[in-house]
């Protein structure tokens, strides 16, 4: 009879199959796309940003030049708000939206210059996040704290691909207006060129989904786990009873 169960048990647990809730089951073929080098990131309707005028602390929010700067931990910023605009001391609603920092940044410089000689503005964005799941180290958001980010480094940041990982088909998902675009990429073939002009952008989700040796390889685990344990109990129990 316990052999029966031992049997049993083993073969449940390896024929059980497990579902993986991130494999999607689209055969859609993913288009590729493509950064242009000169890609800067614009501002966007509920963009986070840090303010900093050199030397005028009181118009700064969460200052880079302060001793006592801060950020969006500490809830000091300002919020790109639906119009596009933030609420800034001295110029008021102030138009940022589709610009890019450098632009903003002059922008705001010559609007502060009916008060200020001579201003320096730096503008920080808080939430240039990206998100990257699956077989990762260290999944989850990943702030982007350069302009251009290329996968490997994204990759790399997130505490690099977990031995399960399957390089042949990772995916990158980027939503364009109501459009969702995908690209896969099989980073067992890329040449340093080609990796070095796939660039990850603000808003991105990376994911790197699982090799299908991984359920094989804890199922068997397991089962030889429970089959020691059974062999265990098994002679335990030859012991008691002296058969």
């Not at 503008?123 to 999944?139: H, R, S």
């Amino acid at each position: 009879m316990a052999r029966k169960l031992l049997f049993g048990l083993v073969l449940c647990l390896l024929t059980g199959c497990t579902q993986n809730l991130f494999q999607s089951t689209d055969k859609t073929k993913y288009q590729a796309f493509t950064t242009d080098q000169a890609y800067e990131y614009k501002l966007r309707k509920d963009d986070k940003l840090t303010i900093s005028v050199w030397d005028h602390e009181e118009l700064s929010v969460g200052s880079i030049y302060s001793v006592n700067s801060s950020g969006e931990e500490q809830g000091k910023w300002v919020l790109v708000d639906p119009d596009g605009k933030i609420g800034f001391s001295k110029v008021g609603a102030f138009p940022v939206e589709g610009l890019t920092v450098a632009a903003a940044e002059d922008n705001l410089e010559r609007a502060l210059g009916k008060w200020i000689v001579n201003p320096q503005v730096t503008i920080q964005v808080l939430n240039k996040e990206v998100t990257v799941l699956g077989e990762v180290n260290t999944p989850g958001l990943l702030l982007l704290q350069k302009e251009r980010n290329t996968l490997l480094e994204v990759l790399g940041r997130a505490g690099d691909l977990t031995v399960y990982a399957e390089k042949r088909h990772v995916k990158v998902a980027r939503a364009e207006g109501t459009a969702l675009r995908e690209m896969e990429i099989d980073l067992t073939q890329l040449d340093r060129n080609y990796a070095n002009n796939i660039v990850v952008l603000p808003g991105d989700v990376v994911y790197v989904p699982a090799r299908k040796g991984k359920q094989f390889d804890k199922k068997a685990g397991t089962s030889l786990a429970v089959t020691s344990a059974i062999t265990a109990i098994l002679l335990f129990t030859r012991i008691i009873t002296g058969i």
